[in-house]
């Protein structure tokens, strides 16, 4: 399980910072931004799955379904800030 709590986090914290650069612009749409995310979280994935030798995936199909919850968590984590930040 240690892999879990290695890898996922870069993803997440990686695709939150070009989510929030993604805000920043004009240029996109906030409705896109998950879908941007999931995106990016999959190519993460597939790039964490070549590069970490105890990535939690061993085969390509995995390591986009990781990149993508992680792409995805981001934007949830994003939520999180908004909302607690409103109260």
Wanted: net charge negative.
């Amino acid at each position: 399980m240690t892999e879990l709590t290695v890898t996922i986090p870069a993803i997440i914290v990686i695709c939150y910072l070009i989510g929030m650069a993604c805000k920043a612009t004009e240029h996109v749409k906030d409705n896109y931004i998950p879908v941007i995310m999931g995106a990016v979280g999959g190519l993460l994935g597939v790039v964490g799955m070549l590069t970490i030798t105890d990535f939690p995936a061993s085969d390509i199909l995995n390591a986009v379904a990781i990149g993508i919850t992680s792409g995805l968590a981001a934007t949830g984590a994003n939520q999180v800030v908004k909302q607690l930040s409103n109260k």
